[in-house]
């Protein structure tokens, strides 16, 4: 089955404890990114992945760290998470250009 | 991306079609125009995308006007499980630049389904 894999769905931690959020994808897609999503801003990007080692900046990437060693899979990293970084987290990929994005089915992280 | 504007929410009864708006005034001509919904508790789902014609599959259809400046995607018999919010985006394919690997979000339109 097509799917896109996020790790763990839930995560309660505190302030300045480093953690990654892993994604994992099976359709040999090129693109990936990640997401976020708050009540009222609705999903903005956080980074994205064109292919392996060729990541770039979403709308809002600052606290956040990628990194794509393979084509499966790509790790969100939060180096210092601090309460602003509470939130839904999205991780989608894509094959082609204008080929439709498949989600995972979301992370949600609290940050005390 | 060029901006897309929909209603905040509409309500369906079960059973019966739903048309969802969407205006997008400032397409451009290499704009395609993405679907996408959401379920509670869960990550977009794809919905339809399609450029000028209008688009049919198992789950919905879009019908695109003329002018290309709005499209109405269309669930022909609404049930329990389309209660969700549903997104109406523009991906540029002729633009070559960063952007073009983003898709950008609004806040879309909240469909309610009464039994």
């Known amino acids: 089955e097509a799917q896109v894999t996020q790790n763990p769905r839930y995560l309660i931690t505190v302030t300045g404890k480093k953690l990654t959020v892993t994604c994992s994808q099976n359709?040999?897609?090129?693109?990936m990114s990640w997401y976020r999503q708050d009540p009222g801003l609705g999903l903005r990007q956080i980074y994205y992945?064109?292919?392996?080692?060729?990541?770039d900046k979403g709308d809002v990437p600052e606290g956040y760290k990628v990194s794509r060693k393979e084509k499966r899979n790509f790790p969100l990293i939060l180096e210092s998470p601090s309460p602003n970084q509470t939130s839904l987290y999205f991780c989608?990929?894509?094959?082609?250009?204008?080929?439709?994005?498949?989600f995972g089915d979301g992370t949600r992280l609290s940050i005390l | 991306d060029a901006k897309t504007t929909q209603p905040n929410s509409m309500e369906s009864n079960e059973e019966e079609p739903v048309h969802l708006p969407c205006n997008h005034s400032?397409?451009?001509?290499?704009?395609?125009i993405h679907w996408y919904r959401q379920l509670p508790s869960q990550g977009p789902e794809y919905v339809i995308h399609?450029?000028?014609s209008n688009v049919n599959n198992r789950m919905a259809s879009l019908a695109i006007a003329e002018d290309r400046k709005s499209s109405t995607l269309i669930l022909h018999r609404a049930t329990l499980r389309d209660a969700a919010v549903y997104y109406c985006?523009?991906?540029?394919?002729?633009?070559?630049?960063?952007?073009?690997?983003?898709?950008?979000f609004g806040k879309g339109t909240k469909l309610s389904v009464i039994p």
């Open positions: 989608a990929s894509r094959d082609r250009d204008n080929q439709p994005q498949h």
């Open positions: 359709m040999n897609h090129e693109y």
């Open positions: 992945s064109m292919n392996v080692e060729v990541t």
């Open positions: 400032t397409i451009s001509g290499t704009d395609y």
């Open positions: 399609g450029l000028t």
């Open positions: 985006i523009l991906r540029d394919i002729g633009y070559s630049g960063a952007g073009s690997y983003q898709l950008t």
